[in-house]
């Protein structure tokens, strides 16, 4: 069942964050070895992240970029993902997780990076707010509405059930909306654009077809 959100961090997302997270694959090739990669992340005005999100970049932009690698310069079949929002959903039956104090510190680290603001309480409606926003980032950039939009589910994230948008390119598909904390909380949910290529699932299904959908979502964004 879908869960109510406790608490938002976000930074607006920018259409030249979204330029910058889709020119990645086609970038000059970086090798995956820690003196090449910290010296394309000095060059860009990047940083090194490990405290918000592990083994990640924070951007120029104030967002943060995790990938599958060490490197997400110049490789084509690697899966990113823009991180521009957390949230904090609680479950009101489990007392434990109600009791969770220690992930409201973390959610006053995200919102205490340059450029973001955080909610609390908060809604529903404040996280669509926000990916509302970013969609419109994102379709500024590429000229052309969300090829597809759903509300996600539990299977797919925990949290409320907030709008999946997919756009896709020749080469990759992007993903706009909530997905997973695979580590280190566990009990968060991002607000996230992910960059993946298309071969990492079939075909776009039907749009009537909903756990086909579902499962191509996670698909592309669960990492």
């Known amino acids: 069942m879908p869960l109510p959100v406790h608490a938002l961090a976000h930074r607006p997302l920018s259409a030249a964050a979204v330029a910058e997270l889709l020119e990645l694959p086609a970038a000059p090739h970086?090798?995956?070895?820690?003196?090449?990669?910290?010296?394309?992340?000095?060059?860009?005005?990047?940083?090194?992240?490990?405290?918000?999100?592990?083994?990640?970049?924070?951007?120029?932009?104030?967002?943060?970029?995790?990938?599958?690698?060490?490197s997400p310069f110049g490789r084509e079949a690697a899966r990113t993902f823009l991180v521009f929002g957390e949230l904090y959903p609680v479950d009101p039956d489990d007392e434990g997780m109600d009791n969770a104090s220690w992930l409201h510190g973390v959610l006053d680290d995200w919102q205490a990076q340059p450029g973001w603001s955080g909610h609390e309480p908060c809604t529903d409606q404040d996280c669509e707010a926000v990916l509302e926003q970013a969609a419109q980032a994102v379709t500024h950039h590429l000229g052309t509405p969300p090829e597809r939009s759903t509300?996600?589910?539990?299977?797919?994230?925990?949290?409320?059930?907030?709008?999946?948008?997919i756009w896709r390119t020749p080469t990759h598909a992007l993903v706009l909306g909530p997905a997973a904390d695979n580590g280190p909380y566990g009990l968060l949910t991002h607000l996230q654009l992910s960059c993946t290529p298309l071969t990492h699932g079939p075909d776009l299904p039907p749009p009537d077809d909903e756990a086909a959908l579902a499962d191509w979502i996670t698909a592309h964004v669960d990492w």
Do not use: I, Q, Y
């Open 151 to 165: 509300l996600s589910s539990a299977a797919v994230v925990t949290g409320p059930a907030l709008t999946h948008r």
């Open 30 to 70: 970086v090798p995956e070895n820690f003196e090449a990669v910290d010296a394309e992340v000095r060059r860009r005005g990047w940083r090194w992240e490990h405290e918000l999100l592990c083994d990640s970049f924070g951007t120029g932009h104030g967002h943060v970029l995790c990938t599958d690698g060490m």
